[in-house]
């Protein structure tokens, strides 16, 4: 039971049209990371303070970000879901050629992210049939 909960839980969290939004939070991420790590060290004789004001913003931040810490990814599955529903309501009302156009942009989209974010991923890995 405890895998299925995992399982469906893994599921609901999946995107369908905001998985690039994901993506780019977690290179920011490593890319901030790095930056951070290289001024720490290159702070020269700065380091004691920078080390103290760490552990002070560590200690004030942390129990705050334990407890906030879902609410990006539930704020992202809430507005991927929308984007769902539009999407849905614009299929069934929309005329064809601007169906036509709507999907030669996603495909364009999905296209120069393969190739600038991922190029050793295949486009189909973004795709769902």
């Known amino acids: 039971m405890e895998a299925e909960n995992g399982e469906t839980k ?3 969290r999946q995107l369908k049209h ?5 993506l ?3 290179h920011a991420l490593v890319f901030v ?6 001024a720490k060290r290159n702070c020269g004789p700065l380091r004691p303070a920078v080390a103290t004001v760490e552990g002070a913003v560590t200690a004030v931040v942390g129990p705050v970000y334990e407890k906030l810490k879902d609410v990006p990814e ?3 599955v809430f507005a991927d879901r929308k984007v769902d ?24 989209i999905l296209k120069t992210l393969c190739t600038t ?3 050793s991923r295949s486009m189909s890995s ?4």
């Open 74 to 76: 539930d704020l992202l």
């Open 126 to 129: 973004w795709t769902r049939a």
């Open 85 to 108: 529903e539009a999407t849905h309501k614009f299929d069934k009302h929309a005329p064809p050629f601007a169906k036509h156009v709507a999907h030669d942009i996603h495909h364009l």
């Open 117 to 119: 974010l991922l190029p």
């Open 33 to 38: 990371s790095g930056l951070y790590d290289r």
């Open 10 to 12: 893994a599921h609901r």
């Open 18 to 22: 905001l998985g690039f939004v994901r």
């Open 24 to 26: 780019t939070a977690v």
